[in-house]
């Protein structure tokens, strides 16, 4: 079974920092892009930032331009989110996905998954 496990979220005042980091877990034959999402109290889930699987070039949310970074680890199925300068109004569920195709039986299934999400608070 194919999972998607958050971590690195928190408490932290406005000017902080956090790291966030994603690892996708079960029988993987690929993963295509991956990305980071969010969705605030009474908002509709947005797309932070994205990454192809290799080479190309990250993409951004006008927010995100200039604070946070997103990179990935092939070797290990990863996914993190460096976010810098935050502010209140990043508060929000962190929800890290991939494209990826997963392992069953003797073929491959293409398909899009969700971690569980990872809370950030960003609050003075």
């Known amino acids: 079974q194919v999972q998607l496990v958050e971590s690195g979220g928190g408490s932290v005042q406005p000017g902080e920092s956090l790291a966030l980091s994603c690892v996708v877990s079960?029988?993987?034959?690929?993963?295509?892009?991956m990305a980071w999402y969010r969705q605030a109290p009474g908002k509709q889930r947005e797309l932070v930032a994205s990454?192809?699987?290799?080479?190309?070039?990250?993409q951004y949310a006008g927010f995100a331009k200039g604070r946070f970074s997103i990179s990935r680890d092939n070797d290990r199925n990863a996914v993190f989110l460096q976010m810098d300068s935050l502010k209140p109004e990043d508060t929000a569920v962190y929800y890290c996905h991939a494209n990826l195709g997963a392992i069953q039986g003797t073929g491959v299934i293409w398909d899009d998954y969700w971690g569980l999400g990872t809370q950030v608070t960003v609050s003075s």
């Open positions: 079960g029988s993987v034959a690929s993963v295509n892009s």
């Open positions: 990454i192809p699987p290799r080479g190309g070039r990250a």
